[in-house]
Structures are given as structure tokens and as C-alpha cells.
């Protein structure tokens, strides 16, 4: 559970990072170093004090983090608290969370003027403080060999990261709101240099980092952390597909235009919503040693190949007194793995059936269709009975009791996402919620399920059983993500637009039951 606490902990620390790092480059780059003059003002104190927010946010995070460890350290008498301050990375936390609160500070002062003058050493060099020590808490601080330039190109990485995705954050803020405050083309071109710059920095650290951390094909397939790494570069690439879009319509806007194209909008939050997304991937690597450190437990391609080998769906259960529920510490048998096999293809019947219902809807021939939500509570139930024998209703186990348990606690969790989802969703395709707003429930939290899926990790220690459990969900986290996102599109686009985004989500959510389906632990 600490684990798992930790990479929430660390996605919120990098987005906060990204929000603050990205608003000082924003100021600075974007809107000029000056506050703008008339109404457009807002802007500015819009700006400065997000900044803030996002800085504090960072403080809170990393001191929750540490929080974590030394909860998880316990109060075994082998450490002290004074050798505890003495390591880097306690160090380096407490210098981010330092600089984090400088910059908070700095951004409220930025926020009462027009002009910062020598302000903005006191922005610049906390903003650059808090990206650089972000490095000095990852792998590359704890590497023996290349330390330094492991370190130059984890912060070039986040900072680059930060001016890219973070300062899509305060571009809505500024560009997209009511027309007449600024000239949206005048911003939109000027973020489109500087995120251009900020991708080519990224992809070049990010592929020197790759090529230390992933010592080849056999660790990038082979290893979780080989796995999550190719799984940002799946979202990577969708990234950079809707930023070169974007990136176009930006090119051919013309000068005088009073407002933001709405296709650009719209694609700009899916853009940013990816984007803090992949913070929480990366995140999720700190759990996980670099696949070049892992020899002895790394799973052959063969091994790997045969979890994602078509074969007919396990539709028998062995019993409940054929399992160790009374032992947790038991390790795996025949009965658990078809017991957890079971448990997915059943689930992948009820999401397949929901996908094929809603890529009939989406013809817009079978109003009947529109209750495939309702699909969601036969599954939702058939979870709580089913995802974990030695708990409550059918173990031993009672539910408070259960509910002190990392994992049940997790798969309670996406129970009760999947209960929000079909309620939400019902409602909303019958018009009992005629609320936009409300509308897009379903797909922040198919975007954030997707999210969280990914960093639901059974690998935490690298075994390569466990390692051949995650590969099969890091492609649903992904698809996940592509549900939400394409459903939040067709929420927010007009027209031809709205009705491919329909069918894409749709026919993903087919794709998701089908692997639900090809699903195997043996």
C-alpha cells in the first residue's frame, strides 16, 4: 500500500511541478516579462497565482512522501531518524520542498506587479531549483556510474516536461477564456515555439535516459520497467500526434482572430489531460528498478508472447476451499491463477457486451442501446463477490477487517469507479442528468481509471511472475485513457467530429473486452 500511496504522491509532486515551472516559463516566454495592460491583466494574476498553488502543492507532496517512507520503515531500531536526514534523497526533498515554497512566495509577490525587474531572479532560480532537485530524488541520483550527466538529463527531461505540459495549463487559462482579454493567436503561436523546443529537449533526454536505464529489446519486453517505459512512449506518441495537430491549426490562424478555434480547444485539453497522465506513468518507474538492474528475473520473449497468445476463455471456477485464503502469504497455485482468469474473462464478456451496445448506439439505429451503463452494476457486483476470495462476502475475512488489505482496498476502489460509471453514464445517455458538467463524469474517470490501472503495479518487486501479471494491464490502462479522452471529445465537438470520437471510444471499448477476454496467468 505504501508503494502505491508513494506514486500517487510523486504524480502529484511532478504535476504540481509541471503547473509551476510551466507558468514561469509561460510568463517569461509567452505573455513577455511584463504584466499585460487593460482587462488582460487578469491574466497575469490568473497566472501568478495557479503558480503558487501548484508550488505549495509540491511542498505538501513530497513531505507526504516522506511521510510515507518513514512510515513504511517503521520503528525498527537498525535506522535513526538522523541517519534517515543524512541520505541524498531526504536531502534533496527537503531542498525541493524548500524552493517550492520560495517560488509560492515569489509568485504571490509577482502577482501584485507590473513589473518584476529583478523579481524574477527570486521566480527563476527557485522554478529551476525545484525541476533540478526533482532529478536529485530519482534513479539517476542513486546511480554509480554517468551520475552527473544522468542527473543533467533527468532534470532537462522534467523541466522540458514541465515547460510543455505545464504551460498548456496556463495557455487554457489565458488564451481560451473570453474573447478580447488577449490576442489568441499572438499566444498561441509564441507557445507553440516554445513547446516545439520543449519536445525535441524532452525526446533527446528522454532517449539518452532510455538507453541507460532499458539495456536493450530483451529489457524493454522483458522487465515492468521496460514496460512502462514503452508504455509513455505509446502516450508520448499520441501526444506529439495532437500536438502537431494542434500545432497546424495554429500556423494557419489568422492574426486578427478574436478567438480560439473550438477543434483546438478541445484538442488542447485532451493534449494536456495525456500529459498529466504520463506524470503519473513515470511516477510509477520510481517503484521499480531500472531494467538494467534486472538479470535473474527478467522474462524471455517467448515467456512474454504467450500472455498475449489468443486462446478460448476459461469460463470454470475451482471452488473456494481449493484456494489458501487462509494464508496470504501462500504462494501462487493452479487454483489461484484460474480462479483470477475466471475473474477476467467473466468481466470481459460484461465490457464487450457494453462495447458492442455502444458501437450500435453510435449508429444511431438502436435507441434501445443507450442503457449499456446499466451493464456496469451486473459487473460491479459480480467484482465484489468475485476479485477477492479470502475476503468479505464469501471469505473469511469480515469487510472492515478486509478493507486494512493494499490490494482488496485497490480493487474496491475501481469496484466503486465502475458503479459511478454506469450510474453516471445511464443517466446521462437517458437524459436524466441533462447537465454538461455531468456528462463528463464518464470520461474523467475512464481517463483517470486508465491512469490508475497503470500504476496498479504487481511488479513492485520484479518477479517475473508477477512481472507477466503487469504486461497484461499496462495495454488496458492504455486503452482506458483512449476511452475517456475520445468520449470527452465527443461530448465537447460539434458534428462530424463528435460522431468519430463516438465510434472511437465505442469500438475501444469493445477492444478493452476482448483482451479481458485473451486474458491468461499460465
Excluded at 164 to 180: E, M, N, Y
Excluded at 353 to 382: D, I
Excluded at 391 to 417: C, D, K, N, Y
Aim: aromatic share 8%; charged share 15%; proline share 5%.
Amino acid at each position: 500500500m505504501a508503494a502505491f500511496v508513494d506514486v500517487i504522491l510523486r504524480g502529484l509532486a511532478l504535476s504540481g511541478q509541471a503547473i509551476a515551472i510551466g507558468g514561469v516559463a509561460f510568463a517569461l516566454l509567452v505573455l513577455g516579462p511584463t504584466a499585460p495592460d487593460g482587462a488582460s491583466s487578469t491574466v497575469w494574476r490568473r497566472l501568478w497565482t495557479l503558480v503558487a498553488l501548484a508550488a505549495v502543492g509540491v511542498a505538501v507532496a513530497q513531505a507526504s512522501s516522506l511521510g510515507v517512507l518513514v512510515a513504511a520503515l517503521g520503528g525498527d531500531a537498525s535506522w535513526s531518524h538522523r541517519e534517515l536526514a543524512a541520505t541524498l534523497y531526504v536531502q534533496a526533498s527537503f531542498v525541493r520542498m524548500l524552493a517550492a515554497v520560495g517560488l509560492a512566495a515569489g509568485a504571490l509577490a509577482a502577482r501584485r506587479r507590473e513589473r518584476l525587474g529583478l523579481w524574477w531572479l527570486l521566480i527563476l532560480l527557485p522554478a529551476l531549483v525545484v525541476g533540478v532537485s526533482g532529478a536529485w530524488t530519482s534513479h539517476s541520483a542513486a546511480r554509480l556510474q554517468h551520475r552527473g550527466v544522468l542527473i543533467a538529463l533527468d532534470a532537462v527531461h522534467q523541466l522540458a516536461a514541465a515547460a510543455w505540459i505545464g504551460g498548456l495549463v496556463h495557455l487554457v487559462a489565458a488564451a481560451f477564456p473570453s474573447p478580447g482579454e488577449l490576442q489568441p493567436a499572438r499566444l498561441l503561436r509564441r507557445f507553440s515555439s516554445v513547446a516545439l523546443a520543449s519536445v525535441a529537449a524532452l525526446v533527446v533526454a528522454g532517449v539518452g535516459l532510455s538507453l541507460v536505464y532499458v539495456d536493450g529489446p530483451s529489457a524493454a519486453f522483458g522487465t515492468a520497467y521496460g514496460i512502462m517505459i514503452l508504455t509513455k512512449v505509446v502516450m508520448l506518441g499520441g501526444l506529439l500526434v495532437l500536438g502537431f495537430a494542434n500545432f497546424r491549426s495554429v500556423r494557419s490562424l489568422p492574426a486578427a482572430v478574436g478567438v480560439a478555434p473550438l477543434r483546438l480547444r478541445r484538442f488542447v485539453e485532451v493534449e494536456l489531460g495525456l500529459g498529466l497522465t504520463v506524470f503519473f506513468a513515470a511516477a510509477s518507474l520510481s517503484s521499480l528498478p531500472p531494467a538494467v538492474d534486472v538479470v535473474a528475473d527478467r522474462a524471455t520473449p517467448s515467456e512474454v508472447a504467450t500472455r498475449f497468445t489468443p486462446r478460448w476463455p476459461a469460463l470454470r471456477s475451482p471452488s473456494i476451499e481449493e484456494l489458501p485464503v487462509g494464508d496470504p502469504t501462500a504462494p501462487r497455485t493452479d487454483a489461484d491463477r484460474e480462479w483470477s482468469e475466471y475473474n477476467h474473462h467473466v468481466n470481459g464478456l460484461f465490457v464487450l457486451l457494453m462495447g458492442l451496445l455502444a458501437v450500435l448506439h453510435a449508429t444511431g439505429r438502436a435507441g434501445w442501446a443507450r442503457h449499456w451503463p446499466l451493464v456496469f452494476l451486473g459487473m460491479a457486483a459480480f467484482m465484489l463477490v468475485r476479485n477477492d476470495p479470502g475476503a468479505w462476502p464469501i471469505g473469511p475475512e469480515g469487510f472492515w477487517q478486509s478493507m486494512a488489505e493494499p490490494t482488496v482496498l485497490q480493487h474496491r476502489f475501481f469496484m466503486l469507479l465502475v458503479v459511478v460509471f454506469g450510474i453516471f453514464e445511464w443517466m446521462v445517455r437517458t437524459a436524466r442528468l441533462r447537465s454538461s458538467s455531468a456528462a463528463l463524469v464518464f470520461p474523467l474517470l475512464c481517463a483517470v481509471g486508465g491512469g490508475l490501472l497503470l500504476t496498479h503495479s504487481h511488479a513492485s518487486l520484479n518477479l517475473k511472475s508477477e512481472f507477466l501479471l503487469e504486461v497484461t494491464h499496462a495495454p488496458l490502462g492504455v486503452l482506458g485513457i483512449v476511452i475517456g479522452w475520445a468520449r470527452w471529445l465527443e461530448l465537447r465537438l460539434p458534428g462530424a467530429d463528435a460522431r468519430v470520437a463516438g465510434h472511437v471510444w465505442a469500438s475501444a471499448l469493445a477492444v478493452f473486452g476482448v483482451l479481458l477476454l485473451l486474458y491468461r496467468e499460465s
